[in-house]
């Protein structure tokens, strides 16, 4: 069973917390997380892509000759697809680019990222983000207690507005509570930091 150690904000080990093979020891599944992350980012892409076809190009109403007797090929428009200036054929129209993963896929993927961070040694686990107050600069120092300064993803459970407030003006660090976690964060973080409650519930959560 794996464990991890637990710190309180000055960097001492102040308890040991074990945690479910099947959610931080299990396989590493890479086409399950490259399918997680491949679906995350393209809900993100807009979609706001637009062509105007000959309906929509401005201008064109007149015929721009005669239909017989002139030698040319026939045309009734100056807006049409094959003529300079015209409108575009099948072009891009704004769509959702948006796709869902079923549900337990979503949680395998999860339980796959977590533990690659495990077995890179790249959770930490603290007792409580109690802090004094809601200044950047104070978080800024426990972070340096507790030797982070990369990339980090912080997961707490409950309303913590002291760490809401503290923390986002880092850039490089998010927070989100125990049941947001995503597969795309897991992975796009150098360091993932818990409380001992946010944790706890996610493991309980992802147990199958």
């Not at 399918?35 to 201008?59: C, E, F, I, P």
């Not at 002139?70 to 409108?87: F, Q």
Request: aromatic share 6%.
């Amino acid at each position: 069973m794996p464990k991890l150690e637990i710190r309180n904000l000055n960097n001492e080990v102040v308890g040991e917390l074990a945690l479910y093979d099947a959610v931080f020891a299990t396989r590493v599944n890479k086409s399950l997380l490259h399918a997680a992350v491949k679906q995350y980012l393209d809900g993100l892409h807009q979609g706001t892509h637009a062509t105007k076809n000959r309906s929509l190009v401005s201008g064109g109403g007149k015929k721009p000759w005669r239909q017989k007797g002139t030698g040319r090929a026939r045309a009734g428009s100056t807006r049409n697809p094959i003529w300079r200036h015209g409108g575009v054929a099948h072009g891009p129209q704004p769509r959702s680019y948006e796709w869902h993963l079923p549900k337990k896929m979503i949680q395998g993927a999860l339980r796959s990222a977590l533990t690659e961070k495990f077995n890179g040694n790249a959770i930490t686990v603290v007792e409580a983000f109690s802090l004094l107050n809601h200044k950047t600069k104070e978080f800024r120092s426990v972070l340096k207690k507790l030797d982070l300064r990369k990339k980090l993803l912080v997961v707490e459970s409950d309303e913590n507005e002291n760490l809401l407030k503290a923390s986002r003006n880092l850039p490089d660090v998010k927070l989100v509570k125990n049941f947001e976690v995503c597969v795309y964060d897991v992975l796009n973080s150098d360091r993932l930091i818990f409380s001992k409650t946010a944790i706890q519930k996610l493991q309980e959560a992802l147990n199958p």
